[in-house]
């Protein structure tokens, strides 16, 4: 057997979007600022693709801005409130604890430069309490940035209702909604988003391509010198064959959300199910509001990372949140934020399923992480020792 479920980290590529990619690889090549037809032709696929894109979101056209992905629209959307704002005196951001990194170390960088920051804490559901942001709120707040899903445990922020609070007292809001776009339906106008990040690899479109979201009216600050690419907004000659590719994989991706959705969270809940029957074990984050795909577990006395070792002799490609896969020796950010200790936070394993992904799939990844487990918590110390009484159980 062979299963990638990891579709958190990446997706593979549609067919939809290689085609779309194939004619300006291999023939149109111009450069879409030329004059000549040839780059007009390059122009016209970029200027349609900007047209399907907005479509998928509700937005209008010139409101969407192509970037490298979901890392840069996250750093353009924040420096952009942040500097604007602080022209008349506002340097306080409102976001939370589990942002993804391209958000926080964001952040981190604007409170070295003087701004103040409040991380508003999700609840041991991964959820953030309107009620919470409301009391943060400041004169002085020029921005509010609260992800839409997020990409460790899954779980769904209420974007509607924290964008409506934002519009009424007429902050900014924005969302990274990478692992949202192409998975659940998004409407930026009835949502009250001002600004949305998005990143073509997480739904099925080539890597290193994305795209920014910023309400008619909004400015933004480039973040790259150069050419008047973007409309000023972004230097540099445009991914012509990653955004037709995005495009495609997005229209696709859209299309079929509602059957794509139903699918997957009848195989997640099985997979939820079927682990949840490992003793010492529990779900991370909420178990209805979350992304339709995402299954993560904490489970007591062993190690991520040789969880996923294991599971990687059985064929079945899948993360944790915890350390050494990413360099570091702190576990996950987001799980401490929901709660869980250091060493139950270890033991944690993120399985994100395709939209390809079948009972027989689920059946398999049960059963091999049940194996996994078992033979891991056969020899180690910590285990030992809670069976033993010397250590408490948590989970
Ligand atoms: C993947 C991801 C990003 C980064 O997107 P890139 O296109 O890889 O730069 C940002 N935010 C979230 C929530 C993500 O899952």
Redesign the pocket.
Known sequence: MNIYADN???TKMSKAAVNAMMPYIEEFYGNPSSLYSFGQRAKEAVESARETIAGCIGAQRGEILFT???????NQAILSAAYFGRKSGKMHIISDTI??H??LHTLKKLEKEGFSVTYLPVHTDGIVRTEELEAAIREDTCLVTV?Y???EIGTIQPIREIGKICRERKILFHT?A??AVGHLPIDVESEYIDML?A????FHGP????FLYARKGVRLTNLIEGGAQERGRRAGTENVPGIAGMSAALAESVQNIEAGQKHAAALRDRLIAGLAEIPHSALNGDPVKRLPSNVSFCFEGIEGESLLLLLDDKGICASSGSACTSGSLDPSHVLLAIGRVHDVAHGSLRLTLGDDATNEDVDYIIKSVKEVVDYLRSFSPVWRDLCAGKAQFIL
């Not at 990143?199 to 997480?202: T, V």
């Not at 890597?207 to 994305?210: H, V």
Request: no cysteine; hydrophobic share 30%.
């Open positions: 958190a980290a990446t490298s992905g979901g890392s840069e629209a996250d942002e993804h391209a958000v992800m899903a997020n990409n990274d990478v692992q990040s990143s073509a690899h997480k890597k290193g391509t994305g």
